[in-house]
């Protein structure tokens, strides 16, 4: 079994910061690239920000500046680290990663959390 445990989300103050943190666990071959995904109420999925196994990121405009992807190769670990929060970053974030188990390379979703900016 793989699977991406999500933690660190929680309700936060317009610029408060938080870091979400996402686990790949189980039998891992390789992992290609991992993201932060997030979905608003009567909003669209959108990208977030993304890295690379050889750790080249991406940021959408909305967040440049503001949150930083970072990973943690020997735990199969990525993280967001949140500055700067705005009530429009509230929605739930999802962690994804594009890896390659024994059997499979799949693109892997974690369960959500949700995050919260008000006051």
């Known amino acids: 079994q793989v699977q991406l445990v999500e933690s660190g989300g929680g309700l936060v103050q317009p610029g408060g910061s938080l870091r979400l943190s996402c686990a790949a666990s189980g039998v891992i071959v390789s992992i290609y690239d991992m993201g932060w995904y997030r979905q608003a109420p009567g909003k669209q999925r959108e990208l977030v920000a993304t890295?690379?196994?050889?750790?080249?990121?991406n940021y959408a405009d909305s967040v440049k500046g503001r949150f930083t992807i970072s990973k943690d190769n020997a735990k199969n670990t990525v993280y967001l680290q949140m500055n700067s929060l705005k009530p429009e970053d509230t929605a739930v974030y999802y962690c994804?990663?594009?890896?390659?188990?024994?059997?499979?390379?799949?693109?892997?979703w974690g369960q959500g959390t949700q995050v919260t900016v008000s006051s």
């Open positions: 994804n990663a594009y890896l390659r188990t024994n059997y499979i390379t799949y693109n892997f």
């Open positions: 890295i690379t196994s050889g750790g080249s990121t």
